[in-house]
């Protein structure tokens, strides 16, 4: 915070006189860190009033931060969500996603399309990624600009730590004096949730687990089993706690990524940001894990920005990982794409904004608008619409049950997502198979991803 004193008037033409014939030097660029932590429902960190201290470090950020209280992905799983992320571009025209076709087939990105990475190379940066979801393999195409892209894929029982994860990358970082993009992918809510040692009972406490688990053997990791597994109240509770000790897992890194930066004394020049590619539904609408629909607890997501230079506060505004995409490049000085979507979230957000969403990894393809307090989602193979109404935060969805309203609001929606999307149409994706290796499909299959339905 500037401070200037009632003198500084009259002694401002000296110092214009002391300056002249030496300009100062342009300030340094910031460096960019964008941590994106997987399967993170913004409903479930205590930053955003989960009952349990799952964000303790984030809550911490989160006071010297701009938080976003509605803030939502443009699609429900991670290879849409993550290349919307890195290009501003909706999935309908990146086309990262699955072959609705064939359940083995996925899409790489398109290659034309300029990515955050990209970009700020051309600005002179130095980028980096550190990424453990296998959808992020580099056959997808989501390595694009960066110099560094640490893949590690991961299966249902293996893959890297995210504190392991986040020390390779302040290794990087302190190895790197030019201005930095680095791009922090953490794993660890993703399911199967497997907290690390010291943090487990933390909150699902002492005693015999409800659920045996088994629950999380490959079999029982298929779509079908995953759906139609009945669980008691009080097993899904424990599963719910046990997700929790995940956030904290993960939130411990986040807490080593800000002493880290701290340290290397670069915490002065650096942005932050902290979102996820999509959430998690424990059952909100009947249902387990996610990439199978477009509710709240799926592409609402927590937002976090802190720059030294922006004050701290908390937004109502609808804002989108389009938006992130924008102000991330103009902190920068860089120029996004004419084709991007999203505004730089330091300037005026408008009241009225709509936020599209699409693809789902199974099921059938749809599309959804959000505005204000409603949410309608298309189903494309149908064209039946259903309108929902949110709560605070955009997420809770209840369905409106009076036709006679839904009538009157539906048509509006349905204006704003042709206008957003071009069309209502499901598009086939250009054809662009992503190459996959033995091991990214073995992974996959690991997670119960390549069951088909
Ligand atoms: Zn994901």
Known sequence: MRHYLPGMISILPLLLLACRGAPPPPARPPDLVLVVVDTLRADHLSLYGHPRATSPNLDAVGTEAVVFERALSHAGWTLPAMASILTGRLPS?????????????????????????????????????????????????????????????SGAYDGRSAAATVQAALAWLAASDQPAFAFVHIMEPHYPYLPPPHLQRRFTGPGEPPVDLLFF???????????????????????????????????????????????????????????????????????FEHGHALYGELIRVPLVLRAPDLPARRVQHLVDHADLFQTLLAMADATAPAEAHGTDLRGILDPDRAVLSEDCLYGPPRVALTQGDQRLIVNLDTRVANLFRLDQGAQGDAKVLDDALANQLAPALLEAMTQQRGDLMLRTPAARTAPLTPQAIEQLRSLGYLSGE
């Open 93 to 153: 025209e990146h086309q990262a996603t699955r072959d609705p076709t064939d359940p083995l087939r996925f899409n790489r990105m398109d290659p034309q399309i300029p990515t955050m990475a990209s970009l700020l190379a051309d600005q002179g940066y130095r980028t980096a990624a550190w990424v453990n979801n296998t959808y992020m393999a580099p056959e997808f195409a989501l390595n694009k600009g960066f110099e560094v892209y640490d893949y590690e894929g």
């Open 217 to 287: 053997s490959p079999a029982e990791l298929s779509t079908t089993a995953r759906w139609t597994k009945s669980f008691t109240p009080e097993q899904r509770a424990w599963i719910e706690r046990l997700y929790d000790e995940e956030i904290l897992a993960a939130d411990e890194s986040i807490g080593d990524l800000v002493a880290g930066l701290q340290s290397q004394g670069r915490w002065d020049h650096t942005v932050l940001a902290v979102t996820t590619d999509h959430g998690e539904e424990l059952w909100d609408h009947g249902a």
